[in-house]
């Protein structure tokens, strides 16, 4: 058993990044630079058209005037630094929000700009264009969790009023669901060609719960347990939540909070708080 576990984990070692995490197919990589195309007009607004569009008594104008003028001077950093003080002052406001998201993203902070643009959506469910680059950034993220919303967004986008928009999240799901279902069969050969193969099992698990199909997903987790993954642990508890699975689902996110992987321990700990 233990020749077993030290080979299965020499095959991840060789495995290449983008095989290991999911390579972004080309097709997305246009789409979303179609997406990011206008970013740089998006947040360099003038002062005067500040002034005619918001309170100019609001606690947030000045930092936001400030914002925009740094912006204009190319100036990033102080614009974050800005738009950072501004939101305290008025969080219920999306379009400041959406500034500093697409601010982050122009300076390569994408996993600040991603959360941004979740606390977008949750204010205002009807902002599909804010949800479409969520889904973007879920799909580019590291998180599984991130990828398994993106694969659900672009679904639910396909049907919106707005025909362009709607044509964006048709394409994306395509390629999104066509890539899933190339490594679904990937590891499913092998897995026949190999039934003893672990990795396969939760290789084919983690290509299962990023196409939302929980109950299969579960159970080449559970299948995959005996390579002494921790990280398999964490993934079991966090599907098992997905399906509603609640007493399962906290049973193994605690055995991945004991475990000696500082990734999979915060990672668990962060979920068992949002637990209900």
């Not at 738009?83 to 929000?97: H, S, Y």
């Not at 995959?224 to 939540?241: D, K, Q, V």
């Amino acid at each position: 058993m233990l020749v077993k576990i030290i080979l299965l984990l020499v095959a991840m070692a060789i495995q290449p990044v983008s095989a290991q995490r999911g390579a972004m197919p080309e097709p997305m990589v246009r789409l979303r630079e179609n997406m990011s195309g206008a970013r740089p007009a998006r947040v360099v607004r003038s002062a005067g058209r500040m002034s005619t569009t918001v309170d100019t008594s609001s606690p947030a104008y000045l930092l936001l005037d400030a914002a925009y003028a740094a912006l204009r001077d190319e100036d990033l950093d102080l614009a974050v630094e800005n738009f950072e003080k501004a939101i305290p002052l008025q969080p219920e406001r999306t379009d400041i929000r959406k500034d500093l998201a697409y601010t982050y993203l122009r300076i390569g902070e994408n996993e600040l700009g991603r959360r941004q643009f979740e606390k977008v959506v949750e204010l205002d469910a009807k902002d599909y264009r804010s949800q479409l680059e969520l889904a973007f950034l879920d799909y580019e993220s590291a998180d599984r969790a991130n990828k398994v919303a993106a694969w659900r967004i672009f679904r639910g986008l396909r049907d919106i009023a707005d025909a362009d928009l709607a044509a964006v999240a048709q394409q994306a799901f395509a390629v999104v669901d066509a890539a899933l279902g190339s490594r679904i069969a990937q590891w499913r050969d092998a897995i026949t060609k190999d039934p003893s193969n672990l990795y396969a099992h939760l290789q084919l698990a983690n290509a299962l719960e990023e196409r939302n199909e929980f109950v299969e997903a579960e159970r080449y987790y559970r299948l995959s347990l005996g390579a002494g993954f921790a990280i398999t642990l964490y993934e079991l508890g966090r599907t098992l939540l997905a399906a509603g699975k609640l007493t399962d689902a906290r049973m193994f996110l605690m055995e991945a909070a004991k475990t000696k992987d500082p990734y999979v321990v915060e990672a668990a700990r962060e979920r068992l708080l949002v637990l209900p």
